[in-house]
Each structure stands twice: as C-alpha cells, then as structure tokens.
C-alpha cells in the first residue's frame, strides 16, 4: 500500500489541523492505521491509532482531547483531526500502515510509511 499525507501548516497556538492520509494500491481495511510525528534530533513518536473497522482508537497521552483519528475505508482516507494545538505539537507527521492484528504504538509494528507533512504551531 502507498500512503501520502497532507494537511499540515502553520498554524496559532489555540488553532487547528485536519491531516489526511490517502492510501492507494491496496484496500485500506486490511490495515491498522496510525498517525506518528518527528521533530529533527528525536525519535519517530505514536501519535494515535484505529483499527481496520475503526471500532477501536489509541492515542498518546499528551493528545486525548485535542486530536481525533477517524477513517472512511471506501475513500482510503485516514484523517487526523488536530484542535487546541500548542507549540509542543510542531513536527514532522507520518501516517503507517500495520498489517498485526493488534493495535500498536511501535514504529516496528508498522509495515508501510507516508511522506510525512509539516505541521507548524506559533506560540
């Protein structure tokens, strides 16, 4: 499966994002789906996490509350809804495509990447 996100910008402290993730070249519905986030100098991080059906979602402790991830498997698309950003959230952010039956927090458990997007946030 590819994966290509998008959405991501510059942005208030206080404001919101809507980032997308648009998978191609396989049915998004055999994967678990995960947001994840870099700044340079620092490990990949776990964002947040749903599964095929999206029943069930996981999320970084720093983000419940703010940011919501939700899927529609007939457009591919994954989304990450991003609101009450703070300057703490600027990075780098992927979507990963897990093939595991198990919800995963670990960049290991996840099979296939996306181009990452920029998400800026001013204080």
């Known amino acids: 499966v590819q994966l290509q996100a998008s959405g991501g910008g510059l942005v208030q402290a206080g404001g919101s994002l809507r980032l997308s993730c648009a998978a191609s070249?396989?049915?998004?519905?055999?994967?678990?789906m995960g947001w994840f986030r870099q700044v340079p100098g620092k490990e990949r991080e776990f964002v947040a996490a749903?599964?095929?059906?999206?029943?069930?979602?996981y999320y970084k402790d720093s983000v419940k509350g703010r940011f919501t991830i939700s899927r529609d498997n007939a457009k591919s698309t994954v989304i990450l809804q991003m609101n009450s950003l703070n300057v703490e959230d600027t990075a780098v952010y992927y979507c990963a495509a897990d093939y595991a039956d198990a919800l995963a927090r670990d960049t290991k458990s996840y099979d296939y990447w996306g181009t990452g997007t920029q998400v800026t946030v001013s204080s």
């Open positions: 749903i599964t095929r059906r999206g029943v069930y979602t």
């Open positions: 070249g396989r049915a998004l519905s055999m994967y678990n």
